[in-house]
Structures are given as structure tokens and as C-alpha cells.
């Protein structure tokens, strides 16, 4: 934590000092400084230090110490506020922006890198393509931008010459999608002059010190060129010639191609060769001294030597009357236009290359319905305010951009807050602090402010001078209390008359010279310089001028002059600024020697009094770290108490919170404004958010089971609504179907069929087993419809033929059913038409001796005698026995069995007509039924085996076996086992027994 840092080191914030006062501020600040702190807190504004040595606390430990935690749980440092911005703008998807502010040479342009290589460390964990090579074009355009936008100055070696505010795009996930730099105000007159110790932009040193020279018509020693010549001494950190390596190889990177490269290098040379083209005049023309020279520029800028001479000693004008004539130069106009077109060659080039950086960065195929919302974090470093032994136009501006900052800053921090305490109703002891909002006015004012002068005598016709400018300043602005000039207060020494003007600025008095800021603010440039780059051949070239079409007698508007254009511009700035959430770095240089062991009280004090900072420690101690209106402080830590959770039940919002704010016991920390809530110290919200991030995952377990429970009961009653209709439709079915069979059998009864041909609809499922049911009973039904009508002289038959079905069970392939069994075929005529009246007469006899009343069956058949003989024997079942006759001897007796000895009988599937009838003494009859003439291939055992059964079953009343075997058949013969087979034989004509080895076989006829 912060506050956990040692009191050796002084207090990590400065809210926490006993005293609100200078001393002890300075005391704070120098401690720290001299122990190696460089950054203390202002709340959540950083106070950065510039400690003018490495320092070892920007490497990948520090970057996962302060990633996504808190700012006060680690020590102060640039990485937790560039981590808030984040975390504002990925949490809340807010726009962000971080501004950075303090002095020429007090750490901006560094701390500016660090917040972005921070940011760059802590997004895309995915280490996506595409993402990464966004994060490097942002890392690599610092180097670019440096060495063409930064220069060696007295109070900083690598001072930012142009103002650098630059946007990077975020897309949901928290990732940089893109960006966009704005530049602003380029130094440009740097480029043909600069003041003594100082250099020009680093790009010129570079590209001499390490580029290619001969290409180029260079030499390698920059005090050979006009425009090095003075910076060639100054002694610099720097080294150009591995600087000019590292910046070729970003450009490359960024995606400039080797033209472009070339171009930009070969720009760079034009203006080194234009500061030494000479001019002399012989009274009546000028003339260029150094002829080669020009021949480099032309060469180097693709375009014709002859117009190169041309535009620099002529100029050509639009008469009145719309002829164009030439105009030659005097050595003086010569000079600065020469000078006007290297600044302008060299602004321009500037401009392109940021805007070629743009396009290589800019968010491309955004869809803000597929990706999100596009947030925004803005880093600003732009130059410090800067008091210069000599302060001209640049200046001015320059200082007067710090003072729309400052007042952005007091806009956000001092002024809002205290309007909003007095919105919220909040106790509040008014903190003066002082409103810059006057030297504001003072420059930007319409009409009465310093641009408008400027820009008003700049318009004026005639002969116009710099001193004519101070006059009117001096006339319009001599009450102001923060303007003077030599002419206002004569006294003052330090004042030159018609020099010098003074403004007293927020950060302390600068005193400019009017010398140069007509011309300046003008920023003329002869057309025919603009019609020669136009018409160069070289692409790139061409581009960066294309204002150079335009003809001559083409009215063109009279241009913004660059007091007003740099206004407009940093007032779209401030607005951009306006509209994000702001984040402070305010750097504080601590000595003038670039030491590191020097803290020099007197600079250092005056710094911290014009930034403010002394009242921005007071605002924020009186003041209250956190807001939050009373719903959203709700909504996000309900959870942390039980009377708001999970909702309320009290008469307002507020009453809630104050359930929440007791029950952690933070009463003395905070305030209640009229719809928001004020908390005093972070401390006390990142209790909360501790507390809010433990009880997270309980939420979401509790979330999981609600849900899952209200899926499971949305399930559940989806099936019930499911097994309900199913019911229905079974119902429907099952009513169906009966409806169906009412309809199918209703006629039945009065059918000639008794609805035996009728088909039965399929039943659903649940009828199965009912429907087996109701096919029976029909068939009942309808066989006793058939029996009904059956003659009771037939029944005998029927029955019989109904036993052998049941006996045989329908595995002999044919029982004779079809035909009329007549039983008695010895006796029938048409049967047995030789020997049936023998026979009848013998029956007659017999069944006097043997007193039966029936005969069951009676055939001629073949059967095996005692010698295992195969002869042609009788067979006759009588109502009492079995006999075996002879029918050659008037069908004399051979054998008699009485039915009580039978047991049952054995036959075969097949075709063949053998039965043999089992006896319990086991002297079997095996014999083979002989066919007569009334069904000569008709099958006879079913009639054997039906009468048999039938008789049994109803007249002896005692079970009769039936076994029907599929190929042999065994019995017992004279108390002996046998086993008959069936085979077929080629030639056999009549079936015959014929003995085997265990019995018989009985041949058969092949069919
Ligand atoms: N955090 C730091 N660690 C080490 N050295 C630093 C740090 N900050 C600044 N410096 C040193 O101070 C020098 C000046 O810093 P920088 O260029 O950032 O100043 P600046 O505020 O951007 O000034 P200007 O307004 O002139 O651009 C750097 O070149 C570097 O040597
Ligand atoms: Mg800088």
C-alpha cells in the first residue's frame, strides 16, 4: 500500500501532510526526491519529479505490480494512473485522457512513453496480430516524431518542439485497435535558426552524422550547412548516428516504404543545401552566388533547376488587371523567402509524416454494432511553459497554450469540484485559488485580445511593423493588469521601448520580443515555391503541396494567420480534453543543470505554486475522493449488506446507502450531497470493492442456482404439458380405434362371412394386448356362428378333424381336413369296391362276438410281422379294440388289442401314412396306411389320429399322447426298442417297411 512506504521516504500523498503549507509541501517533495521518489500523489493526480538518471522502476516487475490493481495498493508511480485510465475506460467505457503538464525539461515527453508502454504491456494478452502490430506502430511513431518534432534546447536536450496529443482506441475487450496523433505548432523557424547552445531538429544532425551522404550531395560534418552550423557545437546526450539507424528502421516498421523513406531524406538534404544557397546583388538584380548548389536542390526535389533559381530570385505576381508579371527579389526578400520555403518544406514534411503514421494507425473496419463502443484513452505531452532570454512569437503561443491547459485544469479540478459540492449541498469551505481564465482572455479575446491585434495589423494595408503592433497593444491593452511594456511603465529597465511587451502569466512574467511576430504570424510563402514542389516529379513530394495547383490569377482566400490557426486548434484541444475523463501528471524539474543530486528550492517552489498544486492538495483534502450518485453506488455494492440486498425496502436510495456506508462503519468518511454520495478517502471504496470482488463468485454460484432451478421447473413443466398431450392423443387413438372396429364389425352378424374377411385396424400401443383379446373373441364368435350351423350327423367328423388339428398342431403338412373322413373305408364301397362286402359281413360278426358299437377307423394298411416281414394287412379300430386282420383270409383276426392298452400314437411331418400305435405291454402296432380309391393320395393318419384322440378325450375320458417326430419314429415291438425311418427310393412304388439295422426303414415312392 501507498501509505505503507515508509515514513522515511516522506508522505506518498500529499493530502496527508500535517499542514497544508509551502514549507511542508516543499519539505514532502524535496524528501522524496532525495530518497529516489519521484512521484507522490495528489490524490489521484501524480506529482512526477524528474529524477535525470535511469531509474530501475519500469521494468515487467512494476508493470504486473500495478496491473488492474487499485492506486493505492502499490506506491506512486505513472503505471497506477495510466492503470485507472484503463480500468475508467474499460470498466465504465469511458473516454480517458491523461495530461501530462510541467516545464520544458521536466519529464513530459519520458513519462509519456512509460504510460504508453505500460498500456501496451498490459493489453492483448492474447497476443493477437493484428493488436500487436497496432502497439507497435504506436511504440515506434515516438522515435519518428522525436526526431523530427524534438530538438537539443538550453533546458532539455530532447525537447519537444510541437505539441503531441495522441488518442488510442480501445475496442471492447480492451485491446488497441488504433490511434490518431494530433500535432501541433511545430517550431519551425528552428529549422533556419537557432538561438546560441541550442541545435536544430534532430532529423538534420542525424541524417548528416549517420545517413548516406553522396546520394544525397552531403558531407557528414554538420558546420558545413548553414542551418547545423550553429548547434554543431552543443554538446548533447545524444547519439545521431545510432538514433538515425533506429529511426530508419522504425519508419520501415510503421510501414513507410523505401521511396518514402528516400523522400523524406532527400526533403531533409533540400533544406540543408537551401540555408547555403548565397545571393548577391550587382544594384540591379540579385543573384545566386553558388550555382551547383541549386543544381543539388533541384536534383534532390525532382524538379527543374532552372524554375529552382527562378523561384527563389523572382516572384510572380497578379497585376490588377489579371496580367502576371515577374517581380524580382531584393537580396533581402531573397533570403527570408528562401528561409520561409525551408521552414515550410520542412513543416510540411513533418505534417505528412504524421499523417502518414495516422493512416497506418487509424481504426479500420469499425463497426461499432459488431465491435462495441470505440473507447478512447488520449495522452497529452505537449510542450511546458517556457521563458527563453529571448521570447518571440513561438513563445507566445506556446505560453499560451499551458495557460488554456492550466485553465482546463482548473476547470476539472478546483472549479468543478467546488460548484458541484455546492450543487450536492455538501459543507464546503471555499478554497481561492488563482483563476488564469484572465491571461486567457487577454490573448484569445476577440477583437481586444493580443491574436486579434496581431491579426489585425498583419491585415492592415501598407506598411505595417512590429512596432506598429506593440503601439496598438499598448493603446488597447494598457489597463490589463497582466500586460505591460516599456511604454506602460517606463521605469522598468528590463523592457526595451518598441521591443518589448510583457505578460504576466499564470507561471510567471514573460517578457517578448514583438521582433518577427508580423512576419510569423503572416507565415508568407511566395506561390511560384508552392507551384514548383507541386510540379515535382516526385510523388511524395508532390503530395505534401498540394495547395501548389492553383494559378496565379486565381483568387485564392486570404490564409488564417498562425495566431489564429494555432487558437482554433487548441481550443478543438481543450474541448477534446474537455469531454474525457482527465488524468494529471504534473512534472516538476528540479534543477536547471540536469542533475540528479540537485533539488533547487526556489525553482522547484515556484513551479509547485504555478501549477497549482498547493491548492489542488487543499481542494482534494477538503474534498472527497470519490462521487457516485446514490443508485449507481447502489447498484454495484448492495451486495455487501443484507438490508439492500438484493433489493431494498427503504423509502429511498439514499437511506439505502446509508445501510451500507453504517454498516462498514465509514459515517465519518463520507457526506451525503442531494443525489450523490461523497467519499472522503479511496480507502474506504476499495474496502468495498474488496468486499464487492469476495462476494462476487457467491453471487454467481447463487445466479447459477436460481437459474438453474428456474430452467429445471421450466423443463419440468414442459414435460408435464408433454405427457398431457400425449395423454390426449393416446386417448384420441385408443376412441379412434374403436370407433374404427365399431365401424368395420358393426354389419357382421348379417355378413355371409361373419365378418371374417374384415380387417382389423392396427391398434395403437396401448391396445396391443385388448386388441389380441377382441381378435379372439371374435374368432369365437365367429366359430360359433360356423359350429351353429354345422349338422349334428356331421359333429362327429368336425370333432374329429378339431382333435387331429390340435394333436398334430399343424406340423403334418396335410391331415386330410378338406376332405370327408368316412372312417369305415374296409366297409366302402367305393373304396374298397372288391372286398367291402366280405368285410361287412365280417364286421356284422364281429361286432356281435366282440359287442362294440362302433368302428373308429378301418383301412388296409402294410405291417410287419412276428418274422420282420412287410405284408398287406387290415386294420380296424373298434369303439373296444385295435385288430389286425388278414384280408385274404375273409379278414380273419390276426391280432386284437383292447383301446385300454393303447397309450398313444407316433407319426412322422411328412407325407408318409405311417402310424405307430403304442401299447402299454409294448407290443406296438407299426403299420402304413394303404389308400383305396376315394382319396388314393389323400392323407389318412389325421383321420386315424383325430377319431383316436377324439375318442379318448370324450368317450374314455383319459389322455391320449400324440407325438408327431420329424423324421423317425421309435416304438417298442414285442418288448423290444425299434426305430423306423422314412426314405425315399427312385423306383419304389408302393411304401413298404423293410428291416434296418436298429428297426425299420419304410420306403417311399419319389414324388
Ligand atoms: N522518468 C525519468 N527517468 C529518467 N530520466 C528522465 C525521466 N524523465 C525525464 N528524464 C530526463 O529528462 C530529460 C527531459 O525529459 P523530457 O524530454 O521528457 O522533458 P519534457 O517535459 O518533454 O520537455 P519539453 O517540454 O522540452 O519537451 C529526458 O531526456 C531524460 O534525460
Ligand atoms: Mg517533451
Known amino acids: ?35 529516489g521518489r519521484i512521484y507522490t500523489y495528489i490524490g489521484e493526480v501524480v506529482v512526477s519529479v524528474n529524477p535525470y538518471r535511469r531509474m530501475e522502476i519500469y521494468g515487467k516487475d512494476r508493470v504486473d505490480a500495478y496491473r488492474g490493481r487499485e492506486l493505492y495498493e502499490n506506491p506512486p508511480h505513472l503505471f497506477a ?50 493488436v500487436e502490430s497496432v502497439k507497435n506502430v504506436l511504440l515506434k511513431s515516438n522515435c519518428v516524431l522525436e526526431a523530427f518534432g524534438n530538438a537539443k534546447t538550453k533546458r532539455n536536450d530532447n525537447s519537444s518542439r510541437f505539441g503531441k496529443y495522441m488518442d488510442i482506441n480501445f475496442n471492447f475487450n480492451g485491446d488497441p485497435t488504433g490511434g490518431h496523433i494530433n500535432n501541433y505548432l511545430l517550431e519551425k523557424s528552428r529549422v533556419v535558426q537557432q538561438q546560441e547552445g541550442e541545435r536544430n531538429f534532430h532529423s538534420f544532425y542525424q541524417l548528416l552524422r549517420g545517413g548516406s551522404h553522396d546520394s544525397f550531395h552531403l558531407q557528414s560534418d554538420p558546420s558545413a550547412y548553414a542551418y547545423t552550423k550553429e548547434g554543431t557545437a552543443a554538446i548533447t546526450s545524444i547519439n545521431d548516428h545510432s538514433s538515425h539507424k533506429a529511426v530508419m528502421s522504425a519508419l520501415g516498421v510503421i510501414g513507410f516504404s523505401k521511396q518514402e523513406i528516400l523522400s523524406i531524406n532527400q526533403t531533409l538534404a533540400s533544406i540543408l543545401h537551401l540555408g547555403n544557397v548565397q545571393f548577391e546583388s550587382d544594384g540591379e538584380s540579385v543573384h545566386v552566388l553558388d550555382v551547383d548548389v541549386v543544381d543539388s536542390i533541384a536534383k534532390l526535389t525532382a524538379t527543374d533547376p532552372d524554375k529552382v533559381m527562378k523561384s527563389l530570385l523572382y516572384r510572380t505576381v497578379a497585376t490588377g488587371g489579371g496580367e502576371v508579371i515577374e517581380k524580382g527579389h531584393t537580396e533581402a526578400e531573397a533570403r527570408s523567402g528562401r528561409d520561409a520555403f525551408s521552414k515550410a518544406l520542412y513543416e510540411r514534411l513533418f505534417g505528412w509524416i504524421v499523417g502518414r503514421i495516422n493512416s497506418v494507425i487509424e481504426v479500420k473496419d469499425y463497426n461499432p454494432v459488431l465491435h462495441g463502443k470505440n473507447t478512447v484513452i488520449g495522452v ?81 494595408v501598407g506598411k505595417v511593423t512590429d512596432t506598429m503592433f506593440l503601439d496598438s497593444m499598448d493603446i488597447k491593452l494598457a489597463k490589463h493588469p497582466h500586460y505591460s511594456s516599456r511604454k506602460l511603465s517606463p521605469a522598468d529597465k528590463s523592457m526595451d521601448f518598441q521591443k518589448h511587451f510583457r505578460i504576466r502569466h499564470y507561471a510567471g512574467d514573460v517578457t517578448y520580443s514583438v521582433e518577427g511576430f508580423l512576419d510569423k504570424n503572416r507565415d508568407l510563402l511566395f506561390q511560384d515555391f508552392k507551384r514548383l514542389m507541386y510540379h515535382s516529379s516526385n510523388p511524395v513530394m508532390k503530395e505534401m503541396w498540394p495547395d501548389g495547383q492553383l494559378g496565379i490569377t486565381e ?12 487558437k482554433n486548434s487548441i481550443i478543438a484541444l481543450v474541448e477534446k480534453l474537455a469531454c474525457k475523463e482527465p488524468y494529471y501528471v504534473r512534472c516538476i524539474k528540479p534543477n536547471e543543470q540536469k542533475s540528479p543530486l540537485l533539488f533547487d528550492d526556489a525553482r522547484c517552489q515556484h513551479q509547485v505554486a504555478y501549477l497549482g498544486l498547493l491548492e489542488n492538495v487543499m481542494v482534494r483534502r477538503a474534498g472527497f475522493a470519490y462521487r457516485q450518485p446514490y443508485a449507481r453506488f447502489l447498484q454495484r455494492y448492495k451486495m455487501t449488506c443484507e438490508y439492500t440486498w438484493p433489493n431494498h425496502l427503504m423509502d429511498s436510495d439514499r437511506e439505502a446507502v446509508e445501510a451500507i456506508v453504517k454498516q462498514h462503519g465509514f459515517q465519518d468518511d463520507v457526506a451525503y450531497g442531494h443525489t450523490k454520495l461523497f467519499v472522503r478517502t479511496p480507502r474506504s471504496l476499495f474496502t468495498l470493492e474488496q468486499e464487492r470482488a469476495a462476494l462476487i463468485p457467491i453471487l454467481v454460484l447463487f445466479l447459477q442456482k436460481v437459474w438453474r432451478g428456474a430452467l429445471a421447473r421450466m423443463r419440468c413443466r414442459r414435460m408435464k404439458a408433454i405427457y398431457a398431450i400425449m395423454g390426449c392423443f393416446k386417448r384420441y387413438k385408443v376412441k379412434v380405434h374403436f370407433w374404427e372396429v365399431e365401424q368395420r364389425f358393426a354389419n357382421v352378424r348379417n355378413m355371409a362371412d361373419y365378418g371374417k374377411s374384415v380387417k382389423w385396424p392396427t391398434p395403437p400401443a396401448a391396445l396391443t394386448g385388448f386388441h389380441a383379446i377382441t381378435v379372439t373373441l371374435h374368432r369365437r364368435w365367429w366359430a360359433r356362428q360356423m359350429v351353429k350351423k354345422i349338422p349334428p350327423s356331421d359333429m362327429p367328423e368336425i370333432r374329429a378333424k378339431v382333435a387331429a388339428l390340435t394333436a398334430l398342431g399343424g406340423e403334418r403338412r396335410d391331415c386330410g381336413l378338406i376332405r370327408a373322413w368316412e372312417r369305415d373305408y374296409l366297409a366302402n364301397v367305393r373304396d374298397c369296391p372288391e372286398s367291402s362286402s366280405g368285410f361287412v359281413r365280417f364286421s356284422r360278426e364281429l361286432r356281435n362276438k366282440d359287442q362294440y358299437s362302433q368302428v373308429l377307423f378301418s383301412g388296409f394298411c402294410r405291417m410287419v410281422n412276428w418274422f420282420n416281414k412287410s405284408t398287406d394287412r387290415g386294420v380296424l379300430v373298434t369303439d373296444k379294440c385295435v385288430y389286425k386282420l388278414e384280408p385274404r383270409k375273409r379278414f380273419k383276426v390276426l ?31 407299426l403299420l402304413c396306411l394303404q389308400r383305396g380309391q376315394l382319396s388314393p393320395n389323400q392323407d389318412r393318419v389325421g383321420e386315424l389320429v383325430g377319431t383316436l384322440v377324439d375318442h379318448f378325450t370324450r368317450v374314455q375320458k383319459r389322455p391320449f399322447s400324440v407325438s408327431v417326430c420329424p423324421s423317425n419314429i421309435r416304438l417298442h415291438m414285442w418288448g423290444k426298442p425299434k426305430a423306423v425311418t422314412v426314405e425315399t427310393k427312385v423306383g419304389q412304388t408302393n411304401a413298404d417297411f423293410k428291416k434296418s439295422r436298429g428297426g425299420f426303414v419304410l420306403w417311399v415312392p419319389v414324388h
Open 1 to 35: 500500500m501507498a501509505d505503507m512506504e515508509g515514513l522515511e521516504f516522506g508522505k506518498s500523498d500529499f493530502v496527508l501532510l500535517d499542514e497544508v503549507t509551502m514549507e511542508q509541501f516543499m519539505e514532502n517533495l524535496k524528501l522524496r526526491f532525495e530518497k
Open 555 to 566: 483568387v485564392t482566400k486570404r490564409p488564417l494567420t498562425a495566431a489564429t490557426l494555432f
Open 81 to 130: 494512473v495510466a492503470d485507472a485510465a484503463y480500468k475508467a475506460m474499460k470498466r465504465r467505457a469511458k473516454d480517458t485522457c491523461i495530461v501530462i503538464s510541467g516545464e520544458s525539461g521536466a519529464g513530459k515527453t519520458e513519462a509519456s512513453k512509460y504510460i504508453m508502454q505500460y498500456i501496451a504491456a498490459i493489453t492483448n494478452p492474447s497476443q493477437r496480430a493484428e
Open 380 to 460: 497529452l505531452d505537449i510542450y511546458g511553459f517556457e521563458i527563453f532570454d529571448n521570447n518571440s512569437f513561438e513563445q507566445f503561443c506556446i505560453n499560451y497554450c499551458n495557460e488554456k491547459l492550466q485553465q482546463l485544469f482548473i476547470e476539472l479540478i478546483l472549479q468543478q469540484e467546488q460548484s458541484e459540492y455546492n450543487r450536492e449541498g455538501i459543507q464546503w469551505q471555499h478554497i481561492e485559488y488563482f483563476n488564469n481564465q484572465i491571461i486567457v482572455d487577454l490573448v484569445e479575446q476577440p477583437h481586444k485580445g493580443i491574436i486579434s491585434i496581431l491579426d489585425e495589423a498583419c491585415l492592415s
Open 895 to 925: 391280432k386284437r388289442i383292447s383301446l385300454d392298452a393303447l397309450t398313444g400314437l407316433s407319426v412322422t411331418s411328412g407325407d408318409d401314412q405311417m402310424v405307430a400305435l403304442h401299447t402299454s405291454t409294448q407290443h406296438d402296432f
